[in-house]
């Protein structure tokens, strides 16, 4: 069993301009468990563009605020308690709409995408 703290996790951001911070809490480590967790938080107006997930299955469940997920054409907007299943060969967009901070639990499996989650730089001090 491990036990990791709200905000204990490593801080992560991908290079992109207006991007989320995203805490790694669980797996993506050599010899690690086959699922990973992470905790995305995005601010208001901020997001990612069209992106893949590394070969793994992930499962997003905002725990504050509201997102929307963008695949071509059709969206979702994804409220706190909701969840929405994004398959390993889906491209999507994530973006928070909203006038405040949204924060979102994503488990991955296998823990590929967590893996190349830890490769990214930490935040740029503020």
């Known amino acids: 069993m491990q036990l ?3 905000g204990e996790g490593a801080l992560r951001q991908p290079p992109v301009p207006n991007a989320p911070t995203v805490e790694v ?8 468990p086959d699922v990973g967790l ?8 901020a997001g990612m ?8 299955d992930v499962i997003l469940t905002p725990i504050a605020g ?3 997920i963008s695949k071509g054409d ?5 409220n706190v308690g909701d969840s929405v299943l994004v398959e390993k060969d889906e491209e999507v ?18 823990a590929s995408f967590v893996a190349s989650i830890r490769r990214w730089p930490e935040p740029a001090a503020s």
Do not use: T
């Open 93 to 110: 967009a994530l973006s928070n709409p909203g006038s405040s901070g949204a924060e979102v639990i994503v488990a991955a499996g296998p």
């Open 49 to 56: 563009s069209a992106h893949r997930h590394s070969g793994s």
């Open 4 to 6: 990791v703290k709200y």
């Open 74 to 78: 059709e969206s979702v907007e994804v």
């Open 38 to 45: 992470v905790r995305v938080r995005i601010p208001a107006g």
């Open 25 to 32: 809490v669980l797996g993506g480590v050599e010899g690690g």
């Open 66 to 68: 509201m997102v929307r």
